[in-house]
């Protein structure tokens, strides 16, 4: 009896049960990497990669609330723009001599309306809690991956600004006033369209983040997918060949067992 062919056979049937149960478990998880044994290296990398694909996901979220922000932020100042030049408007039409002091009344009425009306969407505009018109906060945004990767967006004080300028106090009661008030609107005007324009801008960095960041996450994505990934034809394939290597470890198992059996036989006899 050759006792190392026999235990050249049981080691080949033990190797070829080992590979079919991994190659079972491929197929079955869709994973070609279910654990270090698999592929140590490849399995280093796809961890690797996927822990900054997630912080690249985060991050989307991070300049996406950033985004949010800027176009609440837009929003309001679109109000805001629309009752200051309906007050610009109600000035020019209170400076003509020609109205009555009635008239005027009506008028500033109006306008003291439009007034409160906007101070009341600065002071309220904010976003998570924070004021976005009257604060001296900056909010810092996580944008990627690295502990540096941030964007800010800088404290806006617009809601102080026009009241320095005295926009809590026009008057259109009189053509002084309604003068006065015309001057104002203007540079009122000049304050929300620059605040507008610094946010815009802002929103045009997070957009440009976002779009780089899911463009990054798309060929990180792939790249893992072909790391860690099942080739299904690559894998039934080689399950096959190692199903018919069992097999024939199998066959020589059966007949050394068989021959054993003989010789005992003989001996016995």
């Known amino acids: 009896m050759n006792i190392n062919g026999v235990s050249a056979s049981t080691s080949s049937l033990n190797s070829s049960s080992e590979r079919i149960d991994s190659l079972f478990e491929q197929l079955s998880s869709g994973k070609r990497i279910n654990s ?32 949010a922000l800027t176009q609440t932020a837009a929003g309001a100042l679109e109000t805001v723009t629309d009752n200051v030049q309906r007050i610009r408007e109600l000035s020019v039409q209170a400076a003509n001599s020609s109205y009555s002091a009635t008239d005027r009344e009506a008028i500033n009425s109006e306008a003291q309306m439009l007034v409160e009306q906007t101070n009341s969407v600065l002071e309220s505009a904010n976003f998570n809690g924070v004021s976005l018109f009257n604060s001296s906060d900056d909010q810092v945004f996580q944008i990627g991956p690295e502990a540096g990767d941030t964007l800010t967006v800088e ?17 259109l009661s009189s053509a002084e006033g309604a003068s006065a008030a015309l001057e104002m609107s203007d540079s009122v005007l000049d304050s929300v ?42 894998t039934i394939s080689a399950l096959a060949s190692e199903q018919v290597k069992e097999q024939a470890a199998l066959a020589v198992q059966a007949m050394a067992n068989e021959n054993q059996g003989n010789v005992l036989r003989l001996l016995g006899t």
């Open 155 to 171: 404290a806006n004080d617009l809601t102080t600004q026009i009241a320095d300028m005295g926009f809590g106090s026009i008057d």
């Open 36 to 67: 270090a044994a698999d592929d140590a290296a490849g399995l280093a990398i796809s961890t690797q990669m996927s822990s900054e694909t997630q912080g690249q996901m985060q991050a989307i979220a991070n300049a996406s609330d950033g985004i």
């Open 193 to 234: 369209s620059s605040a507008a324009a610094e946010f815009g801008a802002v929103q045009n960095r997070f957009e440009s983040v976002v779009s780089g960041l899911e463009q990054s996450v798309l060929s990180s994505t792939a790249t893992t997918s072909q790391i860690q990934d099942t080739d299904y034809a690559e």
